[in-house]
Structures are given as structure tokens and as C-alpha cells.
């Protein structure tokens, strides 16, 4: 059966919402800040796959660094 770490610290509801309404903010500042782009600018924004390459550059991002790290 598992049994986790005596040392470690879970993290509580506080640090979970808090993490959770700083991504929401960091959403809708971006939502806002393309509000306020050029017409063009936004056209890059909508209508190409910018949003996934993003997603994908992040992803692989994390992943890297997450296999880099010595296991605990």
C-alpha cells in the first residue's frame, strides 16, 4: 500500500485555490490583453494555431525539466 513521505508537505485547499485563481487571472489578463491588440495582431491570435504552439512548446518545456530532476 502506498504511504506517503512523514516529511513532505501536501499541499492544503488554501495553496490549491490560490493556485487556481492565479491561472484564472493570468487567463483573463490575457483575454484582455488581445482585446486591445490591432485587428491584425488578434487575426495572428485566432485564426493560426499560435494558442497550441504555445501549448506544445510549455508542455515539452515541463517535461524536460521534470526528467532532468534527480527522483526524490
Known sequence: M????????TPGWREVLTVAGLIVGGVLALAVATSVLPDQLQGLVFRTPLAIAILVVGTVGLLARLSRRPPA
Not at 502506498?2 to 508537505?9: K, M
Open 2 to 9: 502506498f504511504e506517503p513521505n512523514r516529511g513532505s508537505r
